[in-house]
Nanobody, 123 residues
Framework: QLQLVESGGGLVQAGGSLRLSCTASGSTFSSYTMAWFRQAPGEKRVFVAA????????HYEDSVADRFTISRDDAKKTVSLQMNSLKPEDSAVYLCAATVNYYAAYEEWYDYWGQGTQVTVSS
């Protein structure tokens, strides 16, 4: 079992930055690939970024690849998402997720989820 708690969301102007964090408790954090998804009102949950277990390889959705950076600290059991040059279309609830798979971009492959943190980008 793994429990995930996100923090760091908020309101920011377009062009600004936010850093999201997800802290895990319970199981062996380093055994999981960690990811961020986001969900806007009335829309499906979509993949944003992932960082794989073992080698820390990163994966990004195309629209954020040059603006967001995912990182992890296995000793502190945290995964972070640094978001720069934010746009109004980045507004959503951001959710942290964990999977035992090496890499997955589909929510069905993730076993554990946090409650989410709201990010709102004003124009």
């Amino acid at each position: 079992q793994l429990q995930l708690v996100e923090s760091g969301g908020g309101l920011v102007q377009a062009g600004g930055s936010l850093r999201l964090s997800c802290t895990a408790s319970g199981s062996t954090f380093s055994s999981y690939t960690m990811a961020w998804f986001r969900q806007a009102p009335g829309e499906k949950r979509v993949f944003v970024a992932a960082i794989s277990r073992n080698d820390g390889r990163t994966h990004y959705e195309d629209s954020v690849a040059d603006r967001f950076t995912i990182s992890r600290d296995d000793a502190k059991k945290t995964v972070s998402l640094q978001m720069n040059s934010l746009k109004p279309e980045d507004s959503a609830v951001y959710l942290c997720a964990a999977t035992v798979n090496y890499y997955a971009a589909y929510e069905e492959w993730y076993d554990y989820w946090g409650q989410g943190t709201q990010v709102t980008v004003s124009s």
